[in-house]
């Protein structure tokens, strides 16, 4: 007589639920699923969901040659066929989206671009609510396999993040910036997505948004984060930091709503939207006399404040933020003129308030800087004798 597991696993089979997906184009961008050809796929929706929630599918299928505790193939191709299949109600779709997530030995074999596969199709068809698990799980897939950021490339999702993003459900946009922040991470994939218009539809999407920074930051912060990645490439640093842009605008409308809170310490929001700002703004400073130059006479006084908050222990704890601050006193630094600004903004004040916090303690690179900066202004008092 047959094991529960071989009866499973035998179920599973004649289903074709642990098969590899295959697909055909429909029209345009529109992709279908093929499920095992000729196979009537039923089974009762909830004892899947509960099958999967318990773990006994994951350990039934399990491959002790791929190593204890890791994904199967198998098991990956039945959680992306339950992705694409009719009869897998919404509820068990976002379970296994919520699996995968949750999933912390997906394995390098393959198991992450098949698990892909199935997601894009929640992206093509889903509902709203299926497709932001679907970018959430997107998200933990692309983190740890950089596989799966070339195959969501060449699989044009770049186009359907756009899309949703346009939808303006507030979940939605989120997730799917996101996953725009995994792919813009590295210099060839920037250069990939670059055919897709990805900085101008930012800054579109900056201009609408830049106004609401308290309300909707957490979209701001990833977008900033994006916009800062693309900046890490000159072209597009230029094109931000010419005279006809907006970007720079928008970015100090930002900076100014993050700081001007009269809060100390600042707000964890705040804190995190300015981290992302801070990226981007430095780089655009990098390639533009005039934009320094306009971040140390704006009217809003950014740099006093930004100064001020660097002297809480409190903000210091937030190592991305300190970081990039220091960045762009390091992109002022440069000339005598902004060393003087910095001077006068209050960085001799901060400065011994940084160079003691953990954050500092535990980064040579950030102590570095630190020092260059307050060492070229300490030599300022020297030439003016």
């Given at each position: 007589m047959a094991t529960t597991s071989e009866a499973i696993k035998s179920q599973l089979t004649a289903t074709g639920l642990w098969l590899p997906l295959r697909f055909e184009a429909v029209s345009g961008l529109l992709r279908r699923v093929v499920l095992a050809s000729g196979v009537t796929c039923t089974f009762t929706d909830k004892v899947m969901q509960a099958l999967l929630e318990t773990g006994h599918l994951r350990a039934d299928l399990e491959d002790l040659d791929l190593g204890e505790g890791c994904m199967s193939m198998e098991y990956a191709a039945l959680l992306a066929n339950l992705l694409c299949c009719e009869t897998s109600s919404t509820n068990l779709k976002a379970c296994v989206c919520r699996l995968i997530?949750?999933?912390?030995?997906?394995?390098?074999?393959g198991q992450a671009t098949v698990l892909a596969?199935?997601?894009?199709?929640?992206?093509?068809?889903?509902?709203?609510?299926?497709?932001?698990?679907?970018?959430?799980?997107?998200?933990?897939?692309?983190?740890g396999h950089e596989v799966v950021r070339s195959h969501l490339i060449h699989d044009d999702i770049i186009p359907?993040?756009?899309?949703n993003i346009r939808t303006y459900d507030n979940d939605l946009v989120l997730y799917s910036l996101m996953v725009l922040v995994q792919l813009t991470k590295r210099s060839n994939h920037r250069a990939s997505v670059e055919k897709y218009g990805l900085l101008e539809f930012c800054t579109g999407l900056l201009h609408?948004?830049?106004?609401?920074?308290?309300?909707?930051?957490?979209?701001?912060?990833?977008?900033?984060?994006?916009?800062?990645?693309?900046?890490?490439?000159?072209?597009?640093?230029?094109?931000?930091?010419?005279?006809?842009?907006?970007?720079?605008?928008?970015l100090m409308t930002l900076m100014e709503a993050?700081?001007?809170?009269g809060v100390s310490p600042l707000p964890d929001w705040s804190i995190k939207l300015q981290s992302k700002v801070l990226l981007a703004l430095r780089s655009v400073c990098q390639v533009s006399a005039s934009r320094r130059e306009q971040v140390c006479d704006h009217a809003s006084k950014p740099l006093p404040k930004l100064m001020q908050a660097l002297k809480n222990q409190a903000n210091l704890e937030h190592a991305d933020w300190m970081n990039q601050a220091v960045l762009l006193c390091s992109s002022l630094s440069t000339t005598r003129e902004h060393l003087v600004d910095l001077k006068e903004a209050g960085w001799e004040q901060a400065y011994p308030v940084m160079s003691t916090?953990?954050?500092?303690?535990?980064?040579?690179?950030l102590r570095e800087r630190m020092m260059v900066?307050?060492?070229?202004?300490?030599?300022?008092a020297g030439q003016s004798k």
């Open positions: 997530i949750a999933d912390e030995d997906i394995g390098q074999n596969d199935g997601l894009m199709q929640l992206l093509w068809g889903g509902a709203p609510f299926l497709v932001t698990y679907a970018c959430a799980a997107l998200v933990n897939l692309c983190q359907l993040c756009k899309h609408s948004l830049h106004a609401q920074a308290e309300t909707r930051w957490r979209v701001l912060a990833e977008l900033c984060n994006i916009m800062g990645q693309l900046f890490a490439d000159e072209a597009s640093r230029e094109a931000a930091a010419a005279p006809g842009s907006q970007v720079f605008d928008f993050s700081v001007s809170q916090c953990q954050t500092a303690a535990e980064r040579d690179l900066i307050s060492n070229a202004i300490a030599a300022l």
